[in-house]
């Protein structure tokens, strides 16, 4: 038996990516591959070259120490010639590439200490492109390229930018390396925010993570694997521009993530927003 574990994109609420992470390694679940796409692609990309599980310990302490101006520094003379039409991205991504190089424990992706799959999209066709060798830090780069925030990245003489918006939650992606069992860890996204985003970035995020995360259920039923999906944390009042509340968001999916394990790893139904409502909840507790 292989087991696979894909992380799916949602900006900041990756983070609850590390508890979920933390519950598995807890009960026993450890990972022949690796498959990230977007902010889970940073996660993959970490993990990969990091001893399991210590090293999700270890991404956890960078998750609580990042803040938004690590990864989203916004530079107003940048964002108007954005908006001039001279740049075809807000927001640099060179702290980004240096943080990736400072934590990242190989510079190839064929070298990782566990095999890791980033997803990516061609710019120019909209088509899957799935990195498994080359540099790794542009490798991640390119997944986390949110399309109009930060500039694509060439790889291979192409424009490759966030891999979310070909493949959110890549299952195919591990179904086709021949794996048994999948674990889908999903970010989810904002489903309880008090008011509005108050920026453009926060609203943007929040959209696409809102509109991403509708294709889940379909990606995830499309494979004749065995397919298990930890509920992500709902109800959640965070943004995913927000990195204030990751230390809060890890914790919670740990223990969502335990008493889901504990309960035998119950079904989980896409379009019921609150666990409550959950038949596996509904039956456990009598409700």
Do not use: K
């Amino acid at each position: 038996m292989t087991m696979a574990i894909v992380l799916s994109g949602g900006g900041s609420l990756a983070a609850a990516q590390v508890g979920m992470l933390q519950a598995l390694a807890a009960h026993g679940v450890s990972a022949d591959l690796l498959v990230g796409t977007s902010a889970g692609a940073l996660n993959a990309a970490y993990l990969a070259g990091r001893p399991w599980p210590d090293g999700i310990d270890e991404l956890a302490g960078l998750w609580r120490s990042v803040r938004r101006e690590d990864i989203f520094p916004v530079r107003p003379l940048t964002a108007l010639r954005a908006l001039a039409g001279h740049r075809d991205h807000l927001v640099p991504s060179g702290r980004l590439r240096r943080l990736l190089q400072s934590h990242l424990a190989y510079e190839r992706l064929e070298r990782a200490a566990i095999p890791v799959r980033i997803v990516a999209t061609e710019v120019t066709t909209g088509a899957e492109v799935v990195l498994r060798e080359g540099s790794a830090v542009d490798a991640v780069l390119a997944s986390v390229a949110i399309p109009g925030i930060f500039p694509p990245v060439r790889i291979d003489a192409r424009d490759l930018m966030d891999g979310s918006v070909c493949n959110n939650v890549p299952v195919s992606v591990a179904r086709s390396t021949g794996v048994t069992d999948v674990y889908v860890l999903d970010a989810g996204y904002a489903c309880l925010l008090a008011a509005p985003p108050t920026s453009a970035l926060g609203m943007v995020l929040h959209a696409l993570t809102m509109l991403l995360h509708r294709g889940t259920e379909a990606t995830a039923a499309a494979h004749p694997i065995r397919v298990h999906i930890p509920p992500p944390l709902c109800p959640l009042a965070v943004s995913p521009a927000d990195f204030g509340h990751t230390a809060e968001l890890i914790e919670r999916a740990l223990i969502s993530t335990d008493a889901w394990l504990q309960d035998g790893c119950p079904e989980y139904v896409y379009g019921l927003a609150h666990p409550h409502d959950q038949p596996a909840y509904r039956q456990a507790h009598a409700v």
